[in-house]
C-alpha cells in the first residue's frame, strides 16, 4: 500500500538579458557596450534561470538547487517563424552574473520583416540544430551513468519550460520599422522560463527501523488481510530486531529525451510524451538486468547509502523524463535485517530464511517445525542442507566457476525456499509525479525524494524476487515531488 505526500518546487531566478550590436554570425562575449551600429532591428528579452526561486509557478513547495545545477555558462537565442522554421540564432557565451542573477545585453537582429510575429526560444549549456524536435542522448560517463554532459555540473542543458501548465511556444516578438535603433529595441511578450532537460532521484531515506505490525487504521481494516498476510506480518514483528537501509538503485531510466517537453493535449488529463520511437532509445539499467525472482544480478548497480555530516541527500542521481507503465522509472530498497534471536544460527553473518512465510534461522528449526513431514527438501536432512547452503556461499576460487549468487540461485529454486542472504531484503517502488495527474511518469525539472515510513514485513530474498504466492510485502512511502521540482515518498514495506 501506497501512501503518497507530496512535496513540490522549482528552482528559477531571474535574469534579465539585453544586447549590444555585433554581427549575426558572431558569439556575444558578456556585457560589451561599445560595438558598431548596424542598419538592422534590435530586442531584448528576459531570462529566467531555474534555480532558488522555481519556474513552476503551479507548485508552492520551493527547494533550492545547488549553483552548480543553476549556472548557465553559454546558451543559444532562436527565433522561428509562422511555420516554426529558425529565421534566426545567436549563441552567447562568457555571461557576467549580477549577484541577482541577472545580465544585460542586447540583440542585434537580421533576417526578420517588420510587422511579423516570432516564436522565441533559449538552450542553454547545450547545442542543437532542431530544438523543437530534437532530442538529446545520453553520453553516460563513469561519474555521471545516466545522462552524461546534460546534467554536469555549472553546465546543466536548459530549455524553454513547456509542461501542461505553461506554454513553451508562447514566447513571441513582433519587430517595427522603429526597433532599428537599439534605443528602441523589441521587447520578448514575456519572461522566458527555463527549466533543466533533466529529472533529479535523491538517495532515499527511512523512518521505518523496524517491522511494525499490519495497519487497523481508519484505511485499513483487520479484513484487509488474508490469513496468510497475518501470519506472516505477526511472524516478522514478533522475530524482526531491527532492519536498516544500507543501499539502493534505480531501474528502467530512460537515455534520450526530447529538447521541448512534448504534451498530448487531445485528452482532458495530458498526457507527457517521451521519445520512445526514436532511433536509439532504450532503458539504462532495465528491471530485468537485476536478475529473477530467485537470482541477484549486477549488485554493481546499487549505491550505498551516504551520510555525510547529516546530508541525507548525499546522493544524487539525474535522469530523464520517462511514462512507461511497463517498464517505470523504479527505486529499489535494500535493508539489512537483524533478527532478535540468531542464537544456534546457521550462519554468523546475519543469513536466514523464509519458509512458507514464516522466519526461521537454522534448518534445524524448519526441521523441527515440520517433524510430521515425511521427505522435508527431498528427504535431506538437516544437516545437509545447512552443508548445501554453505557451500553456495563460498566464493569460487577459480575463474569460470559458478559465482555465489549463480549457485544461491540454484539453490532457491531447487529446495522451493527464501533465503536471505547475508541478511539482505529487498522492496521496489515505480517513481511518479503526482502533479501530473496518471501513475508511473517522471518530468524534468523535478527533484524526487522517497522517504520509507515504515515497514510491515520482510521483502523479496533479491531485488526482483517475490514471496510465496500467499505472502505479501508492503512499502509505506511517502513521497515529495518538488520544481527544482521534489518528489518526496513514505515508503510501507511489507
Known sequence: MKKMNLLVMSLVSAA???????????????????QAKVDQFYMTLTVETPNASGT????????????AESKITSGTFFLMDSKNKIVFSKNVKNLEWDKAGKTQLEIPVEDVIAGAEYKVYFLANADSNDPLNGTFSTTATKDNKFVGDYAKANNFAMFNENDNKVN????????KDENKSKTNAAKVNETIKLERVTARIDQPTSDGAKIIAYPTDKDHKTSDYTAAEKKAMDDAVAKVDKIELTRYAISNVANTTNIMQKWDNTQTNPQLLIPSSATGFKYIQPTDEFGTNTLFKNAVYFNAIKDTEGNVNANKDYVFENNNNDAATSMYFEYTVTLKDMTDADFDDGTFYRYNNIIYKSFDDIYKAYNDVEGLFGGKTANQMKEELKAAKTAPTAEGEPTVESKLDNFRQTNKIEVFNCGKTYYKMAIRDQFIGYANAIQRNTVYQLNVKNVFNIGAQVPNGTPDKDGLFYLDVEVSVNPWVQNNYDVELK
Do not use: I, M, P
Request: glycine share 8%.
Open 168 to 175: 513553451g511556444n508562447g514566447y513571441t516578438v513582433t519587430f
Open 16 to 34: 534579465a538579458l539585453s544586447f549590444t550590436s555585433c554581427s549575426s554570425n558572431d558569439d556575444l562575449e558578456g556585457n560589451k557596450a561599445d
Open 56 to 67: 513552476r509557478t503551479v507548485q508552492s513547495n520551493k527547494y533550492d538547487a545547488t549553483a
